[in-house]
């Protein structure tokens, strides 16, 4: 059985769709980048994330916007919306 979930865990956890990916905390787990193809002329973000106590991942993972330059996490980009 611990085999079986050593497996599972080292698999891609990401989902493809016609027009968006869905990804979990596991598929950037040792990577450094991930390029997203689909967002060659731009990308919706969406980040299950709460107010209080943000994951470390949340933090840590950065999206960087190559119209402007700018990286942001996805800590960031939460907190903006939250204080909306």
Not at 37 to 55: H, K, N, V, W
Request: proline share 2%; glycine share 6%; aromatic share 12%.
């Amino acid at each position: 059985f611990a085999l079986i979930v050593y497996l599972v865990s080292l698999a891609a956890a990401s989902v493809d769709f016609s027009a968006s990916t869905l990804y979990d905390i596991y598929d950037f787990v040792g990577v450094d980048e991930v390029p997203l193809p689909q967002c060659e002329y731009g990308c919706i973000i969406f980040a299950s994330t709460m107010r209080e106590g943000l994951d470390s991942y949340a933090e840590n993972l950065v999206i960087q916007d190559n119209n402007n330059g700018q990286n942001m996490s996805i800590g960031e980009l939460a907190r903006l919306f939250d204080d909306k």
